[in-house]
């Protein structure tokens, strides 16, 4: 046990630099020490889905290479580090009820405790996007018991790693669990029922809340939650209906229930969903309301909405029941395809405050490029710019008197993308597919030395 003390939430006016991974992403070891299989150890079976045709059986085997990781963390010289929880290694049967797993979190122990001993300080989020196939077979998020289970997962976490960990986020990017994952159909569970993902949404927001009182009932302190919140720029007048959509299901789905316990009629025009009182039942939206004590954003990109024209095939399935729309995402593009525009950044840090009240920390920003290894080494010059640009334009939002009390680069490791399985590489550490070996990148030097320097 390291007695060393976690740094919190900073304060006012303080700033903390870290890095961020997520579990299902890096760990690996799907089968070690008691883990059963998640929703993305399913998904990545069904033909397809990925677009490598790749999983993260082994993904960058940080379960196995926690010394070598914790290094690189160090190496960086950060305050914070961001990292989540593998539900199905801690409660392999989904629930309380089923089972605590204690080498589970005996991995996630050793991991907190690695941090302290280098003075670094944990950031844990609950869940970021791995549930257990278990409870997806129960309905997943659309089981509204799915928020309970995630307040049990928060009090187990929180009775090994509490004592050893200063702030907590709930949630990553439930925007993505719900809208990929239930409407679309491109992430796990895979499910595609348009609209219907809105009871999904709903029901991640229960969960954060159930989850965050749970963690406060503990003595947790500096609980938050964190959302892929966007800019939203429609191409011209003629747009301003498709717009607010995109900003009612991308932003105020969230931050509406969070600051004023409410669903605005906006949201509602496209999610009749969320009129059905079986769904959203008495006191749930008073239970969101004032839950979270920061929103950690998360932004890679802006959204440009347009009205599709005649002819053009329109609707987008990630936007469920906002008709005609289409995106016209501007150049230049990462490899991934996203419009790099860092005014967007300044932008929703300000709009986010501004919004809630609430202090704001970049939880996760960085860049897709395919990189290439010459001599050892990796040049990612783009990588670099883009990290630079967008740390000028949280020094800009910060010059403008917004509330932000961090920045975390997305992402430590190149790790498993999700859909795009291994083709895209957001690492500022580069990591070969057959070795696991770890080079760091042009990048990784780069932002050693902004954060030594405080920027
Ligand atoms: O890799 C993801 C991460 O898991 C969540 N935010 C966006 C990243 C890039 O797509």
Same mark, same amino acid.
């Given at each position: 046990?390291?007695?060393?003390?976690?740094?919190?939430?900073?304060?006012?006016?303080?700033?903390?630099?870290?890095?961020?991974?997520?579990?299902?992403?890096?760990?690996?070891?799907?089968?070690?020490?008691?883990?059963?299989?998640?929703?993305?150890?399913?998904?990545?079976?069904?033909?397809?889905?990925?677009?490598?045709?790749?999983?993260?059986?082994?993904?960058?085997?940080?379960?196995?290479?926690?010394?070598?990781?914790?290094?690189?963390?160090?190496?960086?010289?950060?305050?914070?580090?961001?990292?989540?929880?593998?539900?199905?290694?801690? @409660?392999?049967?989904? +629930?309380?009820?089923?089972?605590?797993?204690?080498?589970?979190?005996?991995?996630?122990?050793?991991?907190?405790?690695?941090?302290?001993?280098?003075?670094?300080?944990?950031?844990?989020?609950?869940?970021?996007?791995?549930?257990?196939?278990?409870?997806?077979?129960?309905?997943?998020?659309?089981?509204?018991?799915?928020?309970? %289970?995630?307040?049990?997962?928060?009090?187990?976490?929180?009775?090994?790693?509490?004592?050893?960990?200063?702030?907590?986020?709930? @949630?990553?990017?439930?925007?993505?669990?719900?809208?990929?994952?239930?409407?679309?159909?491109?992430?796990?569970?895979?499910?595609?029922?348009? +609209?219907?993902?809105?009871?999904?949404?709903?029901?991640?927001?229960?969960?954060?809340?159930?989850?965050?009182?749970?963690?406060? =009932?503990?003595?947790?302190?500096?609980?938050?939650?964190?959302?892929?919140?966007?800019?939203? &720029?429609?191409?011209?007048?003629?747009?301003?209906?498709?717009?607010?959509?995109?900003?009612?299901?991308?932003?105020?789905?969230?931050?509406?229930?969070?600051?004023?316990?409410?669903?605005? =009629?906006?949201?509602?025009?496209?999610?009749?969903?969320?009129? =059905?009182?079986?769904?959203?039942?008495?006191?749930?939206?008073?239970?969101?309301?004032?839950?979270?004590? &920061?929103?950690?954003?998360?932004?890679?990109?802006?959204?440009?909405?347009?009205?599709?024209?005649?002819?053009?095939?329109?609707?987008?399935?990630?936007?469920?029941?906002?008709?005609?729309?289409?995106?016209?995402?501007?150049?230049?593009?990462?490899?991934?395809?996203?419009?790099?525009?860092?005014?967007?950044?300044?932008?929703?840090?300000?709009? +986010? %405050?501004?919004?809630?009240?609430?202090?704001?920390?970049?939880?996760?920003?960085?860049?897709?490029?395919?990189? +290439?290894?010459?001599?050892?080494?990796?040049?990612?010059?783009?990588?670099?710019?883009? @990290?630079?640009?967008?740390?000028?334009?949280?020094?800009?939002?910060?010059?403008?008197?917004? =509330?932000?009390?961090?920045?975390?680069?997305?992402?430590?490791?190149?790790?498993?993308?999700?859909?795009?399985?291994?083709?895209?590489?957001?690492?500022?550490? %580069?990591?070969?597919?057959?070795?696991?070996?770890?080079?760091?990148?042009?990048?990784?030097?780069?932002?050693?030395?902004?954060?030594?320097?405080?920027?």
């Amino acid at each position: 046990m390291v007695s060393s003390h976690p740094a919190g939430l900073p304060g006012r006016g303080e700033f903390s630099y870290g890095v961020a991974t997520a579990s299902y992403q890096v760990e690996g070891a799907i089968g070690a020490d008691g883990r059963t299989p998640s929703i993305w150890d399913t998904f990545t079976q069904v033909p397809g889905a990925i677009r490598d045709g790749s999983d993260g059986a082994t993904a960058c085997d940080s379960y196995h290479r926690v010394e070598e990781d914790l290094a690189l963390v160090a190496g960086l010289g950060v305050d914070h580090y961001r990292f989540s929880l593998a539900w199905p290694r801690i @409660l392999p049967g989904g +629930t309380l009820a089923a089972g605590v797993e204690a080498r589970g979190l005996d991995y996630y122990d050793r991991l907190v405790d690695g941090l302290l001993e280098r003075g670094i300080s944990p950031m844990p989020t609950l869940y970021h996007w791995d549930l257990p196939q278990v409870l997806e077979d129960d309905g997943g998020w659309l089981n509204r018991d799915t928020g309970r %289970h995630l307040a049990d997962l928060a009090r187990v976490v929180h009775d090994r790693l509490g004592d050893r960990v200063g702030m907590w986020a709930t @949630l990553n990017e439930p925007y993505c669990s719900a809208y990929l994952g239930y409407a679309a159909g491109i992430h796990a569970p895979g499910r595609v029922l348009g +609209t219907g993902a809105h009871v999904a949404a709903h029901h991640l927001l229960l969960g954060h809340a159930w989850a965050a009182e749970a963690l406060r =009932d503990a003595g947790a302190r500096d609980v938050g939650i964190v959302l892929n919140l966007a800019p939203v &720029w429609p191409e011209r007048p003629e747009a301003a209906e498709v717009a607010d959509g995109v900003d009612a299901i991308r932003n105020r789905v969230w931050l509406g229930p969070l600051t004023d316990g409410a669903y605005d =009629d906006g949201l509602l025009a496209v999610a009749p969903e969320l009129r =059905d009182p079986d769904v959203v039942r008495d006191g749930d939206l008073a239970a969101v309301r004032g839950s979270a004590e &920061w929103i950690g954003i998360n932004y890679y990109t802006p959204e440009r909405p347009d009205l599709a024209a005649a002819g053009e095939p329109a609707g987008v399935p990630v936007y469920p029941g906002v008709e005609g729309l289409v995106m016209r995402p501007r150049e230049p593009l990462t490899d991934i395809g996203w419009e790099v525009d860092a005014r967007g950044l300044t932008q929703v840090l300000a709009d +986010t %405050h501004a919004r809630t009240g609430l202090p704001v920390l970049v939880c996760e920003n960085g860049a897709a490029y395919h990189d +290439t290894v010459v001599d050892g080494a990796v040049d990612d010059r783009a990588r670099v710019d883009y @990290l630079r640009d967008h740390l000028a334009a949280v020094t800009a939002a910060r010059e403008a008197g917004v =509330d932000v009390r961090g920045y975390v680069a997305w992402t430590l490791l190149d790790n498993f993308e999700w859909a795009e399985g291994y083709t895209q590489t957001f690492g500022i550490v %580069h990591v070969d597919r057959q070795t696991r070996n770890r080079i760091p990148k042009a990048s990784y030097h780069w932002y050693a030395t902004h954060v030594g320097e405080r920027g």
